[in-house]
Structures are given as C-alpha cells and as structure tokens.
C-alpha cells in the first residue's frame, strides 16, 4: 500500500484505514491488519474485501451516500480475520489533497449501538473517535497550511532583503510578510490543538538573546512610526531551556503591546541579564524561589496602565483598548506561556511614564551559545541537498539558497536524497529534510544517512513535530513557517559548527 499522503494514524492502536475515492485503501494502522489478517496485504486492496453484506450497500456505493450527506459516526459490520463478521462504530472524515479525493475510517471494535438496536445512544469510545477524526484533519490540514506559509515567507523575505528602502513595493512586501507570520500563528495554534497535549513539544537549551534580536527586527521592518530601539542585552547570557515557537510568540506579543502604547518621542528598551536568588525574592506579585535565571525585560515610555487596571492585565478576554480588534488574549497568553516554561510575569507602570514587563525563566548556570555569525554575512559556496515532498518549498529553498551562493540539489523523497548522496561525485555538505513525509520520514533518512555518511550534517525542519534527542538541537532544527534570513542563518551555523 503507498500513498503520497501524510496519515498522521498510521501508528493508531486500533484499526484505521486511508483510502482513496474508489475505495482502495491506501495505509492502514499495524491494529487493522491484525484484526483483518492477510486480506489487507497486496499492491491495492480495496474497502470491498472486508465489507459486510450485512451493511445494505456495497462499500462503493455507501462512501458515495456518505459524501451526500455526511455522518461523522455510524454502525458498520466488517468482515474480520478468520472470516466471522463482527460490528464497529466507525468515524468517517474525508478531505482532498490535489485535486483527490481522500477518506479516513476509524473502526472502533468495542460493542457499538446497530440500526434498530436498543442499547442506547453512541458509547463515550464513539465519541472519543469522533473527536480523533477531527484531530486527524486539523492535523493534516496544519501541515499543508504551514509548507503553503513557509514558501511566502521564504520568498516575501527573500525580495525584501534585495530591495531598496524606498522601492514602492516594499510596504506592500512588509504587509504580505505580516500577514503570513499572523497566518502562522493560526497553523502553529491548529497544531498544538491537534496533537492534544499527547506529543508535548520538547524543549531546547539555547540563547534567549536571538529571538529577541529577531523580533525586534521584525517589528523595526514592520513598523511606520519612528520609534528609538534600544537593546541592553548580556553577552554571556545564561542558557534557556525553551520551546522557540512559543518563546518567540510570548515575546512578540509584550513587544507588540509597547508599540502600540508609545507616542511621540516614541522609545522601547530591550533588556537580558542573568540573575542567580541564594534565597527567595518578590517581584510584585511573583515571587521567585532561591536559583538561577534569565530575566527578560521590555520597557516603553508609553502611555501606562492605571494602578487599578495592573490587577486584572492577565485576565483572559480583559483589554484596556477601546480601539481595533482586541480579544484580550495577549498578556494571557503570555502568561500561560511561561508558566508553562517553569517561569514567571511582573509588570510595573506607571500613567504617561511607561510600563515594564519582566519576563523570568529558570536557567542553566552556563554560557548560551551565541550566534556564530553575522547577521550580515549569510553567503555560502558549499553544496546542500534540501528534502521535501512539498515541490514549492523545494523550489523556494532552492531560489533563496542560490541567490547567496550555495549550489543546491533537491529531492521530493528519502529514497531519492539517499540515491543523490551515495552518486553524488562531489562531498554534499548539508542536508536539510522535512520531518514528516510520506514513505520514509525526515528521522528515518536522518538514520539512513548516518549510516552511509556519518560525517554528513543534517538540518532538520517541521511544522511540529520536533526531534527529541540531539545534543546540537537549538542549531540543528529549524521551525516552520521560516523566513529566508531565518533558513540562512540556520544553514550558516549548521555548517559552521560542523567545522
């Protein structure tokens, strides 16, 4: 059975199909061939094989009843291994891919109400099912979603570097380019709610100083009010252990609040430092325990937040902006976010003065890595293989890596780069592969390369789904959607750090 398509249930404990639109199925989950046996194993079988007379309609003509009118869970019978014909709730999502048409059916095999049955309404199971289904699309969908962003990224980014400050397209670029990192904020936020907790994203020793260097870059892009940047930040600042995605978004968010809280004169200061407690300490309302951390603090000259508003700053759905689309979403979100990394949030201010936030995370008592590189200097002459059944994100990767120099092959496959690097004739410096692909995943050609070049650097990339166990994780990893600066600059380091 092959398919080009992602099938995020390929490891379910219980048995569950992808099929195509004629009924032939596609992948199926190691739970369905036990329970169906040998009858699932060919080039192509079909849904027909273990279809259940007993159902009413061949299995043909009820996924075309199903696409009229969709039920997301109903009573079937299937013939199982051995022969008998046993029930199953079953959930039914369907979705397209290209033009094709794709179903994905979850049997749950657990006594389930049958038409004319009186046992009652769907069991909690039935519902449990439903719900995965679900998942199964957010996922997909997420994924498909984040490949699509990463090529506008890449490619708005990409034209944005080369183009002069006053061409009059660029403000059009900069609002294209904001609107693909909001964009990636919604696929990044379908993602995390897809995988429901159960794959928690790990988090990495790095350096908290590059995500703010980058976010202020963002926004110095982006923004048309002249505003003073000034940033303190502590070269031998403390290692972090983060995720990056959501470090990155919590900081972006207080960053985004003291923009639009400056007036004239308008100034934001950007602060690091290491802080080591040998005994408790109160900062407002948080109260720290004896250890080390890093101290993040972001402060504006702004307008300020009432002494009786402080209280409530982190209630979610609570806003002091009477203009524009607020949800009051923001600080709360920044709160959970680095509650969730062990730290903690104050907030002073003052009315016409200005307001700091100082963000607190728990730290290792050693040097972060520091970016080996300068901003400025993100050109190559070394050769690189890019990875990924996605062809636009091969084409992007390829434009941008060769406008700085690197001679760039690509592969839509694991087969195919590994067939790329034992032919090549010339030593391939680097190898950048997705994580999640079809046939063989972006781990399983990490593996395969190790073994026929262990030499061999490898950059990996997803939309969320992050390698556990690497000691060189915070260089080695790339987050999609990326911005060409940001592919360039992990690709530089990746190099550099294999030297």
């Given at each position: 059975m092959k398919s080009d398509v992602v099938f995020a249930l390929e490891n379910a404990g219980w048995p569950a199909l992808l099929l195509d639109g004629t009924g032939t199925i596609l992948r199926a989950a190691p739970a369905a061939a036990k329970t169906f046996g040998p009858v699932l194993e060919g080039e192509a079988p079909r849904l027909s094989a273990i279809w259940a007379p007993e159902n009413g309609v061949t299995a043909e003509q009820f996924l075309v009843q199903w696409e009229r009118s969709p039920t997301a869970a109903l009573p079937l019978k299937f013939r199982v291994k051995g022969g008998s014909v046993s029930p199953f709730m079953t959930a039914i999502c369907s979705f397209s891919k290209d033009s094709q048409k794709y179903f994905v059916l979850q049997l749950l095999p657990e006594t389930a109400p049958l038409p004319g049955d009186s046992k009652g309404p769907p069991t909690d199971s039935?519902?449990?099912?439903k719900l995965e289904c679900a998942l199964q699309l957010a996922r997909t969908v997420s994924l498909d979603f984040n490949n699509v962003l990463t090529t506008i990224l890449g490619h708005t980014s990409l034209l944005l570097s080369q183009t002069d400050q006053k061409h009059p397209w660029r403000n059009s670029l900069i609002e294209v380019e904001k609107s693909a990192?909001?964009?990636?904020?919604?696929?990044?936020?379908?993602?995390?709610?897809?995988?429901?907790?159960?794959?928690p994203r790990p988090q990495v020793a790095g350096n908290l100083n590059s995500i703010l260097v980058r976010n202020v870059e963002l926004l110095q892009k982006a923004q048309k009010e002249k505003i003073e940047w000034t940033q303190q930040l502590e070269r031998k600042l403390f290692a972090v252990k983060f995720d990056e995605a959501k470090i990155q978004q919590?900081?972006?968010?207080?960053?985004?609040?003291a923009v639009q809280s400056v007036g004239p004169n308008a100034?934001?200061?950007?602060?690091?430092?290491?802080?080591?407690l040998t005994e408790p300490a109160q900062d407002r309302d948080l109260r720290l325990a004896p250890g080390t951390y890093v101290c993040v603090e972001i402060t504006d000259n702004g307008c300020g937040i009432p002494l009786e508003v402080l209280p409530r700053i982190f209630e979610p759905f609570f806003t002091t902006k009477k203009e524009g689309n607020h949800r009051g979403l923001g600080l709360a979100w920044v709160y959970g976010i680095v509650t969730n990394h062990g730290g903690g949030v104050a907030v002073s201010s003052q009315i016409d003065a200005g307001t700091s936030v100082r963000v607190y995370l728990p730290a290792?008592?050693?040097?972060?890595?520091?970016?080996?590189?300068?901003?400025?200097?993100?050109n190559g002459d070394q050769t690189i293989l890019m990875v990924d059944d996605e062809d636009l994100?091969?084409?992007?990767?390829?434009?941008?890596?060769?406008?700085?120099?690197?001679?760039?092959?690509?592969a839509n496959s694991g087969p195919k780069?590994?067939?790329?690097?034992?032919?090549?004739k010339i030593p391939i410096d680097l190898v950048i592969t997705d994580l999640v692909m079809p046939t063989m995943s972006g781990q399983e050609l990490v593996e395969h390369l190790r073994r026929l070049s262990p030499q061999i650097r490898v950059l990996r990339t997803s939309g969320f789904v992050r390698p556990l166990h690497d000691d060189q994780n915070d260089l080695i990893y790339?987050?999609?959607?990326?911005?060409?600066?940001?592919?360039l600059s992990k690709v530089k380091n990746a190099l550099i750090s294999s030297e």
């Open positions: 039935s519902q449990k099912q990192v909001k964009a990636a904020e919604i696929a990044n936020d379908l993602g995390a709610f897809s995988l429901q907790e159960r794959e919590a900081f972006m968010k207080v960053l985004e609040n100034r934001v200061t950007v602060q690091s430092r290491n802080l080591e290792e008592k050693r040097i972060a890595r520091e970016s080996s590189i300068d901003s400025g200097n993100l994100l091969l084409t992007m990767g390829q434009t941008v890596l060769s406008a700085y120099g690197y001679k760039v092959l690509t780069a590994l067939e790329i690097v034992s032919q090549s790339l987050q999609k959607p990326f911005t060409s600066q940001e592919l």
